[in-house]
Nanobody
Framework: QVHLVESGGGLVQAGGSLRLSCAASGLTFSAYTMAWFRQAPGKEHEFVAAMSGDSDTTYYADSVKGRFTISRDNAKNTAYLQMNSLKPEDTAVYYC???????????????WGQGTQVTVSS
């Protein structure tokens, strides 16, 4: 059974940085595309970033391009999201997700973490 656990969320001022981690177990980590999604109150899930299993391909939402960086360490079964120049509109619960295909469509991801809250104050 796939298990994903996010950590690293918190409260930060606008312009600040946070690094989220997603520890994975129960899967062949390098075979999975890992992604980050977020959900703000009253809004639907929003794609943030994704990285292929071999780290060769990355995808970013336009809203975070140039500010966020996704990475992974296959030896540690962990994915990361480095978030810089944070804005109040980045406030949301951030989820990591895993799938065996390369996609940014949230309904194609079949394994999800419990989420970590990121709050950016103005």
């Amino acid at each position: 059974q796939v298990h994903l656990v996010e950590s690293g969320g918190g409260l930060v001022q606008a312009g600040g940085s946070l690094r989220l981690s997603c520890a994975a177990s129960g899967l062949t980590f390098s075979a999975y595309t890992m992604a980050w999604f977020r959900q703000a109150p009253g809004k639907e899930h929003e794609f943030v970033a994704a990285m292929s299993g071999d780290s060769d391909t990355t995808y970013y939402a336009d809203s975070v391009k140039g500010r966020f960086t996704i990475s992974r360490d296959n030896a540690k079964n962990t994915a990361y999201l480095q978030m810089n120049s944070l804005k109040p509109e980045d406030t949301a619960v951030y989820y990591c997700a895993a799938t065996r295909i390369q996609t940014i469509s949230w309904n194609s991801y079949d394994s999800w973490g419990q989420g970590t809250q990121v709050t950016v104050s103005s």
